[in-house]
């Protein structure tokens, strides 16, 4: 048996969440400055510091058996690897964009201008499939500077708040994709045992991520209405409370739904509401 090998982001935004979420996992390694090798404490695993736009190749390629990456390099790439998890971080979309006050108003009405972007394989797909004949400027990154720069009509970049494009006097004429940080697999699945934990790890620490655990107690004439405000993941757990009037109520909510919850259940009736992070699960 030999070890299994996962790529990690060696710098950027996904670098520090790839590590704190492996080690939430249980996956703790230590980088020792520079190094391009670390291994992790408890299990045979080695983790190797890649780009995290090489990593959808190196994994395609068997040089190492997982990685963690985001699904719009991986389609760029066109790298044949599985996908096993969504990370539930990096969220983006890819979107043709136009300066504000361009008349140009559907993809088609590109032909024979220049498009500016650094994803130039999903563009090209895409703008064939528009029907939209442009030429394309193939750039390594500062996309959305190249209108202003005079190199290009159009760019198709990566969209997070929409603050870079507000920067830079741009607007989305029409999103190509969306995208997020993901965990894949070559597909020989070596060490697939082994890799099955790693997802069924992380898989834990990314679900506890998004959701809460919230408690209340509530008058039992309430219960009805209360499971439909929070129907919990399976179904909520029901405790009797000394006063039979009264129950008390345990159950998962989404994270980014807790505070409006709270406030339904206390117009309810519900009192003592208390909200709990969960760090890890498996359900
Ligand atoms: C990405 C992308 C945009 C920006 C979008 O760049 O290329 O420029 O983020 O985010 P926003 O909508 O929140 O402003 P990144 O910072 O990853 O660096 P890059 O220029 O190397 O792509």
Redesign the pocket.
């Known amino acids: 048996m030999s070890n299994l090998r996962i790529g990690v982001p060696s710098k950027?935004?996904l670098s520090e969440l790839a590590g704190d979420l492996l080690k939430q996992a249980g996956l703790s390694f230590r980088r020792q400055e520079r190094s391009l090798f670390a291994r992790v404490g408890e299990m045979p695993i080695d983790i190797t510091f890649l780009r995290t736009d090489d990593i959808p190749v190196l994994c395609a390629e068997g040089a190492i058996d997982m990685g963690l990456t985001g699904s719009d390099l991986v389609a760029e790439s066109q790298a044949d690897v599985l996908t096993r998890l969504a990370l539930g971080v990096g969220r983006?979309k890819l979107a043709l964009c136009v300066p504000d006050d361009s008349p140009i108003a559907s993809p088609s009405q590109l032909a024979g201008k220049r498009v500016a972007t650094?994803f130039p394989n999903v563009t090209r797909q895409y703008l064939a499939q528009h029907k939209a004949d442009a030429h394309l400027v193939d750039l390594?990154?500062?996309?959305?500077i190249m209108i202003t720069l005079g190199v290009a009509d159009a760019i198709v970049?990566?969209?997070?708040?929409?603050?870079?494009?507000?920067?830079n006097r741009l607007r989305v004429l029409t999103e190509i994709g969306k995208y997020e940080s993901i965990l894949i697999q070559n597909k020989a699945r070596r060490e697939s045992e082994l890799a099955d934990r790693v997802v069924r790890r992380l898989e834990g620490v990314v679900i506890a991520r998004s959701w809460s655990l919230l408690e209340y107690n509530l008058p039992r004439n309430k219960l009805a209405e209360a499971e439909k405000i929070t129907p919990g993941f399976n179904s909520p757990t029901v405790n009797s409370l000394e006063d039979p009037a009264w129950c008390a109520v345990r159950v998962m909510v989404r994270r980014g739904e807790v505070i409006e919850v709270m406030e339904k259940l206390e117009v309810l009736g519900a009192h003592a509401i208390l909200e709990t992070q969960i760090n890890n699960c498996r359900l």
């Open positions: 950027g935004r983006c650094s390594g990154g500062s996309v959305e970049d990566l969209v997070e708040t929409g603050s870079t494009l507000a920067a």
